[in-house]
């Protein structure tokens, strides 16, 4: 109808303008006048249906509950298989035994009715939740107890697993041949092999996770690459495995954020739990990188030219950051958490016990939407065709009207420009001039720059111990070694060596008397010293043990603290005995067995990094747990066997209260407060810490003098505590 309307008006201006003109030209453009205003009706009619169909609502599927009772299902597979695409399906609090597998796109959304996070748990029988459809969501689920295989598993792409607590099962969460994916805020603990795993996954994003307790945080293979890896908190055994390349572990573009009360901006990168480096702006961010990986990480036969870091690594866990977001200004990629609508009520139909129905209107969305997309069609063909009978009429009437009587060749249009046809020819000069742009894959370096270097510390094993070790991978840093874990060739036996960080000829001295005497030293709660070198290059082989305090969950029960201390006592107590102080007792260096019991390692080694660090460092002792005698020898004196006694008291005090005594946004203010403050007492902390209180402060004393004179005094009061608490 609107075409034959603009028809009709065309007539009528056609019959005006011939009566007054009568030229060929003019005939010409009113036929090009006729097919402007047809298709210009024809794209107006076109668009209105177009607008049409946007301002159809889009269909967002139905709503199902499952919940133990009262809902429209009482197991997840069940309602899944009964979803469609696009569906939503609401999981009440309760646990839901069996394994759930996901074929299509759905949201999965876990409400908390009072119970908790509902529960997936498959009974050690395989994967507790597979993600085989694209775009799919999970969220608010406690996802554990698959023993045997992982917790989730993600096969497809372009999903998000938000908000879960992962634990207790082989791998936490695994992205297998996986792309474009978000993990974010979960928790993922206790996991056999790794909290998260990626296996040939791309492009996937990994933030604000807290992943603790695993034997491995995170792993990822050769052939994943290009994952971005940011605030996420990373205490375990060992916190990543690293074999892929291009990974970004910081956050792609600068944040703003709130770090003990003062605003920063800056990329943020992730806590480890093994990282030693300072903050001397106090920005929350650490000063040198986290090393990723290094070429110590790799097989023989692979090459590394640089180490593989994280620039920015967090000096605390996630939690003290606050009100991260993008900067002004800054372009950003970071994904904020997804929030799907959930309307409980229409699960199920009203008086129905069973049957779950769909969102009332969806089919007529539908339908109305595939009525308008077929007009378009038909529209659309139709303009195709009248496009093409007008061209042909058009072409027609311009031979007609254009050629004379002996006129060979048609007339160019009227205001139409004839230009000679040109043909580029490529001169040598041209082929020369012309530039070739690099893919995105490809980086191309000027041949007079030399390519740039990763910054921060680098690390190897010794080429000249590989003769003597095998499996050799790096397990962690201290102030100045590295620590290898590595089998030895002659037995097989799982050891761990530790490398000088310099192999001058002072540090190769100084390390071989200090660990002479460390060397001496045999008893149930100190790392055995196995063998110690200079020759070919100084090291250090120990027993291997799996894990250290540092990674242990605080504040523990006031028992369990009262026994781990008791046992660190006990090995000062023999040290002590052989003439051989510590100096520096802190959670990094006591490491725990498989039956927690503590072992103390890095004895003597404090006094090697003093020969190495520049004079404003802080040198032999970690701040946080230094004795006023460390921090102020002019005025507290010397440091003797009682300096270990406070530094055990220190580390007493974090294990009962899961905070240090002493703290502040600054070297000078920490070590104000420990020759000058009095710590907070233990039980405004932890109320259970009543009974050892007196035990703590006695340790924590200013004054040595006020301190236990020995560990064996402070063993007896551990041993009285002990006592009565048996009895």
């Not at 006729?34 to 298709?39: A, C, R």
């Not at 009437?397 to 040109?422: F, R």
């Not at 201390?565 to 007792?585: E, K, M, P, Q, S």
């Not at 259970?688 to 703590?696: L, T």
């Amino acid at each position: 109808m609107p075409v034959y309307f603009f028809e009709h008006i065309y007539t009528r201006v056609i019959l005006q303008s011939q009566t007054s003109n009568n030229d060929k030209n003019m005939i010409q453009n009113n036929t090009r006048l006729k097919i402007s205003i047809q298709y210009g009706a024809l794209f107006c009619f076109a668009a209105v249906l177009l607008m049409s169909a946007v301002c159809i609502p889009v269909v967002s599927g139905a709503q199902y509950i499952v919940a133990p009772s009262g809902g429209g299902f009482t197991s997840i597979q069940t309602a899944v298989t009964w979803a469609s695409p696009l569906d939503t399906i609401i999981v009440w609090s309760g646990t839901y035994p069996g394994t759930v597998k996901i074929d299509k796109k759905l949201n999965l959304i876990g409400v908390d009715t009072g119970g908790g996070a509902p529960v997936i748990d498959p009974g050690k029988k395989g994967t507790a939740l597979e993600i085989d459809a694209d775009g799919c969501i999970v969220a608010g689920f406690t996802i554990q107890n698959s023993a045997t295989a992982s917790g989730i598993l993600v096969i497809s792409n372009g999903n998000t697993i938000e908000n879960n607590t992962v634990s207790g099962n082989t791998a936490g969460i695994q992205l297998s041949s996986s792309n474009g994916n978000s993990i974010i805020d979960n928790t993922v603990t206790d996991s056999n092999r790794a909290g998260i795993v990626l296996r040939s996954a791309d492009n996937n994003l990994i933030q604000g996770n807290t992943i603790t307790k695993n034997t491995i945080g995170i792993s990822l293979d050769e052939q994943s690459s290009f994952n971005t890896i940011t605030y996420n908190t990373f205490s375990n055994t060992e916190n990543v495995l690293s074999r892929g390349s291009d990974q970004l572990w910081e956050s792609p573009s600068p944040l703003s954020y709130v770090y003990l009360g003062r605003s920063f901006t800056g990329k943020l990168g992730n806590y480890w739990s093994d990282y030693r480096g300072s903050d001397q702006n106090s920005d929350g961010i650490g000063d040198t990188p986290y090393v990723v990986r290094s070429a110590a990480n790799l097989n023989s036969g692979t090459s590394l030219i640089q180490n593989e870091v994280d620039p920015a690594p967090l000096m605390d866990p996630i939690e003290y950051y606050l009100q991260i977001q993008p900067a002004s200004g800054a372009v950003t990629t970071t994904v904020l958490p997804i929030s799907v609508q959930v309307t409980p009520t229409a699960g199920t139909a009203p008086g129905n016990t069973g049957s779950p129905v769909t969102t009332p209107g969806r089919g007529d969305r539908l339908l109305g939407t595939l009525i308008v997309l077929v007009i378009l069609i038909c529209i659309v063909g139709a303009g195709c065709v009248l496009f093409i009978r007008s061209r042909n009429k058009l072409r027609h009437q311009i031979i007609n009207t254009s050629e004379g009587p002996g006129d060979t060749h048609p007339h160019p249009l009227p205001g139409v420009i004839e230009k000679e046809p040109t043909v580029n020819i490529e001169t040598p000069e041209n082929i020369s001039a012309k530039v070739t742009t690099p893919t995105p894959e490809t980086e191309v370096v000027p041949a007079h720059q030399e390519t740039p270097q990763a910054v921060g510390p680098k690390f190897y094993f010794p080429p000249e111990l590989e003769s003597r070790y095998g499996d050799i991978r790096h397990i962690g840093r201290g102030g100045v070694a590295h620590v290898f874990a590595a089998h030895r060739k002659s037995d097989n036996l799982l050891v761990a060596v530790k490398i000088p960080i310099s192999f001058d000829e002072v540090t190769g001295k100084c390390f071989l008397n200090e660990i002479a005497a460390w060397q001496t030293l045999r008893h149930k709660n100190i790392v055995e010293v196995l063998e110690v070198n200079i020759l070919p290059v100084p090291y250090v082989e120990m027993e291997y043990v799996p894990g250290s305090l540092e990674s242990v969950p605080k504040p523990m029960p006031v028992w369990k603290a009262v026994h781990m201390v008791h046992g660190i006592a006990d090995g000062l107590a023999y040290a002590h005995a052989h003439g051989i102080i510590h100096r520096d007792i802190k959670p990094h260096n006591i490491l725990v067995t498989g039956d927690f019991v503590p072992k103390i390692t890095d004895w003597g080694m404090s006094k090697v990094i003093a020969t190495t660090m520049e004079k404003s460092s802080v040198a032999g002792f970690s701040l946080s747990y230094a004795a006023p005698e460390q921090v102020s020898p002019a005025e507290f004196g010397r440091t003797d066997v009682r300096t270990d006694i406070y530094q055990l008291g220190a580390l007493f005090y974090e294990l009962v209260t899961g905070s240090i005594p002493f703290g502040g946004e600054s070297i000078v203010e920490v070590g104000n407060a420990i020759v000058r403050d009095d710590p907070i007492p233990p039980t405004e902390y932890n109320p259970d810490a009543e009974a050892v209180e007196k035990i703590i402060l006695k340790c924590l004393s200013k004054n040595p003098s006020d301190r236990y004179q020995s560990a064996t005094e402070l063993l007896d009061a551990l041993s009285r505590y002990l006592d009565e608490d048996e009895e």
